[in-house]
């Protein structure tokens, strides 16, 4: 059964934020040092590539979004980190480059509302109009992700949040690397199983066992955290899929090379596809620790999402890739 449900759970926009005032600021992405650094290590995964089954025919899923048809792709071999890019990780290219995200720029990004806490329910300037639980909180960036008064020190091994595709990017231009395209990101989330709803199979949970960070609870009133975490969770965290991946279903979202298109599977080749027209909107994939079946079934491995290059919020990260 198709689920008719709004994606503001998944992606919030800065052109939905209901308060004038904080939608003057038009940021440009800070150029940065070119050269991948030594000092930075990346726990890369090598594919062989070759062909797989992409997208579903699930019943579960959102047509809407181009999950589908289910079409055979074939895919070049290439590198992908087995981790979302991380605090420390993001803050070492800062601190090499001097960049300023866009976040920073603006001066606000969006903090979901449970997360909020009273000391910063002051610096709270608007929120989306489509999704009311999404705050947009002045002071809030990937250095300060719930809010002015808490930092990251504490969550160096955790997923970078509050990048924008384009500080992404920014990030990709000074370590060598690049961001996945989504057939990249699907052919690596599938971890070599073959039309199987989540990495690790078609039940949500195995022995009982948690496989993922994301919502259980009512949403968004209400999350027990039965997985053990109510926001991110550290990157290597739960068990990895067949190829060595962590987290590509839950905990951050994450951003894609490609323009997102519902038209996906009837506009791209089979062979590398990648979504090369300019929408407006770049592609996310995995889902977050928001997602939950009853609201935003996109933790699913062939569900898609996809937001403004401008926007950021606390459940969006990445991770990079590599030609082979």
């Known amino acids: 059964m198709n689920h008719p449900i709004p994606k503001a759970c998944c992606s919030v926009s800065r052109q939905h934020t209901n308060d004038k005032l904080i939608q003057a600021a038009e940021p440009v992405a800070t150029p940065c040092t070119l050269g991948a650094p030594s000092s930075l290590r990346f726990d890369w995964v090598s594919l062989t590539g070759g062909a797989f089954e992409m997208g579903t025919n699930d019943s579960e899923g959102f047509p809407d979004d181009g999950e589908g048809p289910a079409r055979k792709i074939e895919i070049d071999p290439f590198y992908i980190s087995a981790y979302t890019v991380t605090n420390a990780q993001y803050q070492a290219f800062v601190e090499a480059t001097g960049y300023i ?31 009311p639980w999404w705050l947009a909180v002045e002071g809030a960036n990937w250095r300060r992700p719930k809010g002015i008064e808490i930092g990251i020190t504490d969550r160096m091994d955790h997923p970078v949040v509050h990048v924008t595709w384009n500080d992404a990017i920014a990030f990709c231009k000074w370590s060598g690397t690049r961001l996945p395209s989504e057939a990249e990101w699907e052919y690596a989330a599938r971890g070599g199983l073959k039309g199987k709803r989540y990495p690790w199979g078609d039940k949500l949970k195995l022995d009982d066992q948690h496989m993922c960070n994301i919502w259980q609870g009512k949403f968004p009133v209400k999350n027990h955290a039965s997985d053990g975490y109510i926001d991110t969770a550290p990157v290597h965290t739960f068990e990895p899929n067949g190829y060595g991946l962590y987290q590509v279903a839950g905990n951050v979202w994450e951003w894609c090379a490609d323009w997102f298109s519902p038209a996906y599977h009837q506009q791209t080749q089979n062979v590398n596809p990648i979504f090369n027209i300019d929408t407006g909107h770049k592609s996310m994939r995995g889902g977050s620790y928001l997602c939950h079946r009853s609201y935003c079934n996109r933790y699913r491995v062939a569900a898609r999402s996809s937001n403004t290059p401008d926007s950021s919020s606390g459940h969006c990260g990445f991770r990079v890739a590599m030609h082979a």
Do not use: D, I, M, P
């Open 101 to 131: 995200t866009e976040a920073e720029k603006f001066g606000w990004s969006y903090v979901f509302h449970l997360l909020v806490s009273e000391e910063t329910r002051s610096k709270v300037k608007g929120s989306s109009q489509q999704a």
